[in-house]
């Protein structure tokens, strides 16, 4: 039995709804049904009411559920003590960043920093989006850095997190040349003639980005995914080979686009193939009980001071 089964448990008793806690837990919803299903078979009886609507528990889930409640608070407890035993440095800045974040933009930003701020010791967790969050609840990591868009939120507690948005990113259609210097396959493609696209794998945050740029494109755009995975770094080595087309963040891509080994997939006139992402840091507001690191504090201050708040 895995904890985060008990924490999509717990959602979903309270939100009544397996697609908005697949939402809250970023995972897709069948992937949500999996886990809870998963969950069952370890209970070895029904914990959800699916007859009913909205989603209810039965009595052996209603039973579950305070007991889950008691074991996440236990859990959570019990680590942040044992996280106070390892050796450390008080010094040292734990992120959680998801992985295109970590490859493109994380870099240099702490370069950045480290002109500005100071020297800085870190140590840099890379995840998918979701576990990078969960670090961030779990009381697993100092900072969470991560995209935002207004239409795929987080949903963190306001009072018990705080935000900061550190930039932009715009996320657009790429590809390779060709020996002319042309792109190789070009928006938006024809009903008879579809483009190849290599695609983030579902549930990816980037991959609904992705969908909803082609949702609310004015023209239809002809696509046959013939690639996936939930990395830009791993779309962009399959469009610099020539293998399709990539909707891939600026930040990702500046150096080829710079050498022109890739270009842009969108011709001239064609507009609203692409959309723009703040990029944010969250922590856990401190607590009276256990003050943060004092490296983090300092940066989080200094942060606070350099950047906007939202």
């Known amino acids: ?89 008080h010094d040292v800045i734990e992120f959680a960043v998801p992985h295109t974040l970590a ?12 002109n500005q701020f100071g020297p800085i010791k870190s140590r840099l967790i890379a995840m998918n989006v979701h576990d990078a969050v969960l670090r961030l609840v779990e009381g697993s990591c100092d900072l969470l850095l991560s995209y935002h868009h207004a239409s795929q939120p987080f949903q963190l507690d306001a009072d018990r997190y705080e935000m900061l948005t550190l930039g932009q990113e715009v996320l657009a259609p790429y590809v390779r040349p060709d020996a002319t210097g042309a792109p190789l396959f070009q928006l938006p493609g024809k009903p008879g003639q579809l483009l190849p696209y290599l695609g983030y794998a579902p ?27 939930d990395m830009a770094e791993g779309l962009k080595a399959m469009a610099l080979e020539g293998h399709g087309l990539a909707f891939l963040p600026y930040s990702a891509v500046r150096k080829e686009l710079r050498s022109r080994k890739l270009v842009s997939a969108t011709p001239k006139g064609l507009d609203g193939l692409d959309t723009t992402l703040d990029i944010r840091v969250y922590r856990e507001r401190p607590q009276a009980s256990q003050e943060p690191k004092g490296t983090a504090q300092a940066l989080w201050k200094y942060l606070s001071r350099a950047r906007p708040h939202e």
């Open 1 to 89: 039995m895995e904890t985060k089964w008990l924490e999509d448990f717990v959602s979903l008793a309270e939100t009544h709804s397996f697609s908005r806690s697949a939402q809250l837990r970023h995972v897709t919803q069948p992937a949500f049904s999996r886990r809870i299903q998963s969950l069952e078979a370890w209970a070895g009886t029904d914990l959800v009411d699916r007859s009913s609507y909205p989603t209810r528990l039965t009595p052996a889930g209603a039973t579950l559920y305070t007991q889950s409640l008691e074991m996440l608070q236990a859990l959570q407890s019990t680590r942040a003590m044992l996280r106070g035993y390892h050796a450390v440095g």
């Open 203 to 229: 549930g990816a945050y980037l991959g609904r980005m992705v969908d909803l740029i082609l949702k609310q494109s004015a023209i239809p755009i002809h696509l046959d995914r013939v690639y996936e995975t």
């Open 103 to 114: 490859f493109t933009f994380f870099p240099a930003w702490l370069s950045g920093l480290s």
